[in-house]
């Protein structure tokens, strides 16, 4: 996983719930490239034909409520975002989306200020991240040792099979 | 400084390092369960890698239930999947259609989960069972797979809020609207990440199937479990069930909580969460008349014995409103044939009221019963947001068994005292 990723930020509301990021009906796809066609479908239909590899979301609080479908951050990851900023997240996106690699970060201040379209840079490991858009650089507490581990290998199941599972 | 029930649980659960609330620990997994959309993908991840060692074929239950019987043919291939993987691993407990019911009713009913245990499952309902005094949360696919590959669980310890109840309910009021009074005073950051401890004379009067009604929507509340303190309830329900020994936790008296609310419930009237959020709660006096197309009652929240029971009192000799559809679903094989035998699935085709099997159904959208734009419904599920039960335009109320039998006669929601 790269440490440090830059994109254009998209930018969604307050508690965006799994049912608004990929509806219940499209739960019988399990296929990445099939469940990215349905992304915000609610919101935004066609939302993934417009991110480009390395894309950011931002999103104010607790984003990801609702349901345990993991569907929910696979096919956010599918359509090529890099990572997620929001205010904070719900308990059950927050380890799915670990468990698969994509990392998410808590950070108010910049969703705050942030307009979507501006190009941002995350330094996951130094916890810093820049608009370079409003030339604004902001930072965020450094992730715990688990969730850093689970970011650089990619997620929970290469990682145990590292054999280097440790909490 | 002593430990509350979930600490002491998950303490229970691990080999060495402290368990203190917002410390990770790595636990081990008493009970899993996943179901046809969330198994598909853990199996997918497992086939993934080659002689993956599998761990624990008899502590896992694999329930298609949400989109069962098959309602379409990708429906079809996902439970395929399943049931050959139950068959190629010689897993104990995959639940055919027939003897499917929706998860969180099943494993109670079955004794598949037990007081004291850590049971972690995918599907955020999971958190159902805690009404039996054990620590069990919702998880996703991979967690599974990670559980079933190392027979363990990351989970970071909760803090916990601790919520007491007092005095005793009016008629027409139940777990669920304390629930969901519990639900709008939260709110939904409160609880993120904690634990929600339900105590109180009100709780200890609860039977069974209201208290799994408040713990399955912990989750609503953004919470890790929600967990009720065992006691002869609980002993009587799961006695002649359990397939495994079990034990009775209890918090400390000094255990150490984040928070503490209390509430006197003793006026409390039944309540009503709005769209599209479950803690967008009203008293019902409060809500001014609101036109209703569907009714839906069953779920893992609310479709239990006793609340079909409640459910069939109210509209015992009356008809559903002409422009309204009731739609009953029994969520267990169980529960059906206990609510056959008893007459009320009697009472509700009189009241030309659909049946549905056992399946989840409605509940998310998913079949035998979907909303069209514009369409209202009041559903004693447990979630309201946007498109839950269909199209993205359609609205969905939740509350109590009575108040939904009640608002399926008059043809809006209205209080059980207008029609009894
Ligand atoms: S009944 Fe509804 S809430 Fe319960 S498991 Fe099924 S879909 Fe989920």
Redesign the interface.
């Known amino acids: 996983m790269e440490m440090i990723i830059k994109g254009k930020s998209w930018k969604f509301g307050d508690?965006i719930?799994t049912?608004?990021i990929i509806?219940?009906?499209y739960?019988?796809?399990?296929e990445p490239s099939e469940l990215v066609k349905y992304l915000f479908e609610?919101l935004r239909e066609n939302f993934a034909s417009m991110v480009k590899t390395g894309d950011l979301l931002i999103a104010g609080?607790?984003f990801g409520?609702?349901?345990?479908?993991?569907?929910a951050p696979?096919a956010i990851k599918a359509s090529g975002i890099s990572c997620v900023i929001a205010k904070?997240?719900?308990?059950?996106f927050y380890?799915?989306s670990f468990?698969?690699g994509l990392p998410l970060i808590i950070c108010p201040d910049i969703v705050e200020e942030i307009e979507e379209g501006d190009e941002i840079e995350v330094d996951l490991k130094r916890g810093e991240i820049f608009n370079q858009t409003k030339e604004k650089e902001y930072s965020f507490p450094p992730f715990?040792?688990?969730m850093m581990n689970l970011i650089e290998h990619n997620?929970?199941?290469p990682y145990?099979?590292s054999g280097k599972?440790s909490? | 400084m002593g430990c509350t029930i979930t600490e002491k649980i998950l303490g229970k659960h691990v080999s060495k390092?402290e368990v203190k609330s917002g410390k990770?620990?790595?636990a081990s997994v008493d009970f899993m369960v996943a179901n046809d959309?969330?198994a598909?993908?853990t199996i997918?991840?497992l086939e993934d890698?080659p002689n993956a060692k599998i761990k624990g074929l008899d502590r896992i239950a694999l329930v298609p239930d949400?989109?069962t019987p098959n309602k379409?043919i990708?429906?079809a291939e996902?439970v395929k999947k399943l049931r050959k993987f139950a068959r190629d691993y010689g897993i104990k407990y995959f639940f055919e259609t027939g003897r499917a019911g929706v998860e969180h009713c099943l494993l109670p009913e079955k004794g598949l989960v037990l007081p004291g245990d850590l049971v972690i499952?995918?599907?955020?309902h999971?958190c159902t069972y805690g009404a039996l005094g054990c620590v069990s949360t919702?998880?996703?696919?991979?967690?599974l797979?990670?559980a079933l590959?190392?027979g363990k669980i990351?989970i970071k310890v909760p803090e916990t809020i601790k919520l007491e109840y007092t005095g005793k309910l009016k008629k027409w009021t139940y777990g669920k609207d304390l629930i969901l009074m519990t639900l709008k005073d939260l709110g939904?950051?409160v609880s993120?990440?904690r634990s929600l401890e339900f105590t109180g004379e009100t709780i200890s009067d609860l039977n069974m199937s209201q208290r799994f009604t408040m713990c399955n929507m912990a989750?609503e509340a953004?919470?890790?479990n929600g967990i009720i303190s065992p006691d002869e309830i609980t002993e009587e329900y799961i006695k002649d069930r359990a397939k495994r020994p079990y034990n009775f936790y209890y918090s400390d008296s000094d255990a150490e909580f984040v928070e503490t609310r209390r509430y006197d419930v003793s006026e409390l009237e039944p309540q009503v969460a709005l769209p599209f959020?479950p803690s967008n709660v009203k008293n019902i006096s409060d809500l001014g008349e609101i036109k209703i197309d569907q009714v839906f009652i069953g779920s893992c929240t609310n479709g239990w014995y006793e609340d079909l029971k409640i459910a069939a009192e109210v509209i015992k000799g009356k008809k559903v409103a002409d422009h309204v559809r009731l739609i009953v679903i029994p969520p267990t094989p169980e529960i059906y044939l206990k609510a056959l035998r008893n007459g009320i699935l009697e009472v509700f085709a009189k009241a030309e009221a659909v049946i549905g099997p056992p399946t989840c159904g409605p509940c998310?959208?998913?079949h035998l019963g979907?909303l069209g734009a514009g369409e209202r419904a009041i559903s004693t599920s447990n979630?309201n947001?946007?498109?839950?039960m269909g199209h993205?335009k359609s609205e969905v109320y939740l509350a109590n068994p009575a108040v939904a039998a009640a608002s399926a006669v008059v043809g809006r929601i209205a209080h059980p005292k207008e029609v009894n």
Do not use: M, Q
Request: with cysteine.
């Open positions: 508690n719930d049912d608004v509806p219940a009906r739960l019988n796809l399990t609610p609080e607790n409520c609702g349901s345990s479908r993991e569907h696979i904070s997240f719900a308990r059950i380890r799915n468990n698969i715990e040792k688990l997620g929970l199941i145990l099979l599972f909490i | 390092g990770h620990i790595l959309i969330t598909p993908i997918d991840i890698i949400h989109f379409d990708k429906s996902n499952g995918a599907d955020s999971t919702g998880v996703g696919s991979t967690d797979a990670g590959l190392s990351w939904d950051k993120i990440y989750v953004g919470a890790k959020s998310l959208g998913g979907v979630r947001f946007v498109g839950r993205y």
